[in-house]
């Protein structure tokens, strides 16, 4: 079996203005008040916490990262291995990435608790990593999660 390389952003990047930093300040000032009106000092600093990583993780642009997929598994980045054993299922996303060259292939593990991982792959290679994918575990339909919807409704 061929192995199949490519390389794709590590996450789909949403593009945004302005306006979209102003609306997370004033909701987090918003709550901010609430917390505080509440006396809800814990709450208060969770939520500065959160807006201040909201803030920093919303401007960072995805690295460049590469992947390989062979007989053996998935490696991502050189670095992290997953083998078919470790895999439950595929399914290709409904859901079009920000960028129009990629399309998000979603693999699950078996392990319960874990969610799956979205890979973005170029539209040209997508047909081959399904396929390849295919001839060792079972290709599902992508269900769109709560956290998925609200993600990309955000574009974070």
């Known amino acids: 079996m061929p192995e199949i390389k490519w390389s794709a952003p590590e996450f789909a990047y949403y593009p945004k203005g302005n ?28 939520i500065v916490v959160a807006e201040l990583l909201v803030l920093s993780w919303g401007s960072r642009k995805p690295a460049l990262v590469d992947f390989k997929l062979d007989e053996k598994g998935l490696t991502i980045g050189g670095i992290k291995f997953y083998s078919y054993a470790e895999l439950k299922s595929f399914g290709v996303s409904d859901m079009q990435p920000a960028d129009e060259k990629l399309e998000e292939i979603v693999v699950y593990f078996k392990q319960r608790l874990r969610t799956g991982l979205n890979l973005l792959v170029p539209k040209d290679k997508e047909t081959d990593v399904a396929a390849m994918l295919a001839k060792k575990i079972p290709k599902v339909e992508v269900e769109l999660t709560i956290l998925d919807a609200v993600e990309r409704f955000l574009r974070f």
């Open 19 to 46: 306006s979209w930093y102003w609306w997370s300040i004033i909701i987090t000032l918003l709550l901010l008040g609430f917390a505080i009106w509440q006396k809800n000092f814990l709450f208060a600093f969770f």
